[in-house]
Nanobody
Framework: VQLQASGGGLVQPGGSLRLSCAAS????????MSWYRQAPGKQRELVAT???????VYAGSVKDRFAISRDNAKDTVYLQMNSLKPEDTAVYYC?????????WGEGTLVTVSS
């Protein structure tokens, strides 16, 4: 499967963005779909995960501000980001996992700055 992330851009602090991750095939079979991010000079970190049953997990730094969702009919995963902060600036990557598969998409840059 190939993953294509989109929706990044420049936004002011307090603003919102919605990232999309479109898969070339069905996402129904993946156990988890996740968003990761990597800020300059830092390691890649998990932002949010959604399981095939719809359960979600968030990093503490984004909980109550970000929301991950999936649309199996469109083979797309979303990350709604609200109340953005400068420290959310990073390249955001989507990831899909199932037994024997760990797929990554190219990142999309999110810059939060006034």
């Amino acid at each position: 499967v190939q993953l294509q992330a989109s929706g990044g851009g420049l936004v002011q602090p307090g603003g919102s963005l919605r990232l999309s991750c479109a898969a070339s095939g069905s996402i129904f079979s993946f156990n988890t779909m996740s968003w990761y991010r990597q800020a300059p000079g830092k390691q890649r970190e998990l932002v949010a995960t959604i399981t095939s049953s719809g359960s979600t997990v968030y990093a503490g730094s984004v909980k109550d501000r970000f929301a991950i969702s999936r649309d199996n009919a469109k083979d797309t995963v979303y990350l709604q980001m609200n109340s953005l902060k400068p420290e959310d600036t990073a390249v955001y990557y989507c990831n899909a996992k199932r037994i024997g598969v760990n797929a990554w998409g190219e990142g999309t840059l999110v810059t939060v700055s006034s």
